[in-house]
Nanobody
Framework: QVQLVESGGGLVQPGGSLRLSCAAS????????IGWFRQAREREGVSFISGSDGSTYYADSVKGRFTISRDSAKNTVYLQMNSLKPDDTAIYYC?????????????????????WGKGTLVTVSS
């Protein structure tokens, strides 16, 4: 049974950092594309890591501040978020794509993702 469980959200001041975790079960994170999305108003793709070669993708809004990584031993994908801004406030979701679609497309079409976690809330505020 495929399951994704996010954790690590919380309240942080502007300029602070958080690390989100996405614990997966029912499949191996090394074999598939995992994406982090966020939703304040519309759901948008933030970052992806591809199963085929481990390549990464970042939305322009987070490039240079966020880093996606994975730990195959723990079957978990992480999103390290630094230099957080109030505009980063959102519910963050992880999702899996089993078809290996291009991250640039997946980021704009969340409906293409196959399974979703329930999300974790990130609030950036002083």
């Amino acid at each position: 049974q495929v399951q994704l469980v996010e954790s690590g959200g919380g309240l942080v001041q502007p300029g602070g950092s958080l690390r989100l975790s996405c614990a997966a079960s029912g499949f191996t994170v090394h074999d598939v594309t995992i994406g982090w999305f966020r939703q304040a108003r519309e759901r948008e793709g933030v970052s992806f890591i591809s199963g085929s070669d481990g390549s990464t993708y970042y939305a322009d809004s987070v490039k240079g501040r966020f880093t996606i990584s994975r730990d195959s031993a723990k079957n978990t994908v992480y999103l390290q978020m630094n230099s957080l801004k109030p505009d980063d406030t959102a519910i963050y979701y992880c999702a899996v794509d089993f078809e290996g679609g291009p991250p640039g497309l997946l980021a704009t079409m969340p409906s293409l993702m196959d399974y979703w976690g329930k999300g974790t809330l990130v609030t950036v505020s002083s």
